[in-house]
């Protein structure tokens, strides 16, 4: 799948509905997720760790949000020590870059030293304990990384995300080209939104995928939210996607209020330095310069402002229709895997996880 995706757009091709088939039959088989790491808590920071990483070396989304998908797995089973969850985050990603990169995209050894490093991670990593943890994770996994994520749907669904009869804010689409380019970032945003929290790891890949779509749909005010041919080609009605787009909605409006709030400070922060220099001007009676009018932050808040107000509204109103729209037990469209509640899974019971299977302790340099 990995070689495949790098060689050619198979969202594009003949064989595409044949592709898109073969995953969804692959993610029937995924192991199923139980939050039962100790190191749960840390989660978050090996994700963005990944992140940063994944950027650093420009690897395809697909290839990132495998290897945080391995990692997920991998921590899921096992109790693992904080020094090797940094070198299992490495051969996740080093795995994950190697099944869905070419060769000469894959991260070296030199570079990925020399950038933990700019990261004061306080580990070297070598050649062997490296090349042994890839050895644990691909018998864990039982040789086998067709394990597909949200991230390998993503693309196919987009083909069909805007079509000639859709509005905008009420109105005919004049260009497709430009509002399709938008809701594609908008996907993409929402896509790394998904990775962020383990609960949506209870979803299936193309169902995040799906709402991923669906959310960016209805943040740009497109009607109709969901379309037949949306759903024709992703199996799934808007019920079945309820209650991930609600999630999705709510970490997009906290998302929104966190950037406002640290506009506002910035802003406070430049109006108290202006006040400061207005004082300081006035005590040596000389003008050493007339302070420019133009202010960019200024300008993009007002605009940022006039967009994040109907967004807001829009998407609190969608997420009081989804209340009456959730179908409960209902996991991706199967009956017999319901999802339940995001509280109900984060109290839910965590069995001790296993330790670590490595006979003797990673080699690992500490700098």
């Known amino acids: 799948m990995g070689r495949k995706r790098m060689e050619e ?10 592709i898109h088939q073969t995953l969804r039959t692959q993610e ?8 039962h790491s100790p190191q749960i808590g840390m989660r978050r920071y090996f994700i963005d760790l990944l992140t940063v990483l994944s950027n650093r070396f420009n690897l395809c989304p697909t290839a990132r949000h495998l290897a945080i998908y391995l990692l997920d797995l991998f921590m899921d089973r096992y109790d693992i020590t904080v020094k090797q969850l ?3 985050s ?5 795995l994950a870059s190697k099944f869905e990169e070419k060769e000469d995209k894959v991260p070296k050894l030199e570079h990925l030293n020399n950038l933990a490093y700019m990261c004061n991670l306080n580990v070297v990593l070598n050649k062997k304990d490296l090349l042994r943890m890839e ?10 990384l067709c394990l597909p994520t949200p991230a390998h749907y993503i693309d196919y669904y987009l083909c069909v995300s805007i079509g000639e009869n859709d509005l905008h804010n009420g109105w005919p689409i004049t260009s497709l080209t430009k509002i399709k380019a938008f809701l594609e970032k908008y996907a993409y945003y929402f896509l790394d939104f998904s990775v962020q929290d383990h609960t949506f790891l209870h979803f299936r890949p193309s169902l995040i995928a799906a709402a991923c779509v669906c959310t960016s749909r209805i943040c740009m005010q497109i009607s109709p939210v969901w379309t037949t041919q949306l759903e024709l080609l992703t199996c799934y009605s808007w019920e079945h996607l309820a209650q991930c787009i609600e999630m999705m909605l709510i970490y997009y409006e906290n998302d929104i209020k966190e950037a406002s709030n640290i506009k ?3 802003t406070i922060q430049h109006q108290e330095q202006e006040a400061m220099e207005n004082l300081s ?3 040596t009676s000389q003008v050493l310069f007339q302070q420019s009018s133009y202010h960019p932050l200024a300008q993009h808040s007002a605009m940022l402002s006039q967009f994040q107000s109907p967004v807001q509204d829009l998407c609190s109103a969608y997420r009081d229709s989804l209340q009456a729209h959730r179908a409960s037990g209902l996991l991706a469209g199967s009956a017999d895997s319901s999802l339940r509640s995001r509280a109900a899974l984060q109290t839910s019971l965590r069995p001790p996880a296993q330790p670590l299977p490595i006979q003797t302790p990673i080699a690992a340099q500490v700098a």
Do not use: R, S, T
Request: charged residues 15%.
């Open 9 to 18: 757009q198979w969202w594009k091709g003949e064989l595409a509905a044949d």
């Open 28 to 35: 029937l088989k995924l192991p199923m997720y139980k939050a």
């Open 86 to 88: 940094h070198i299992i």
């Open 90 to 94: 490495f051969a996740c990603l080093l």
């Open 135 to 144: 050895m644990l994770l691909l018998e864990n996994f039982n040789w086998n």
């Open 264 to 266: 506002e400070q910035v």
């Open 281 to 283: 001007h006035l005590a």
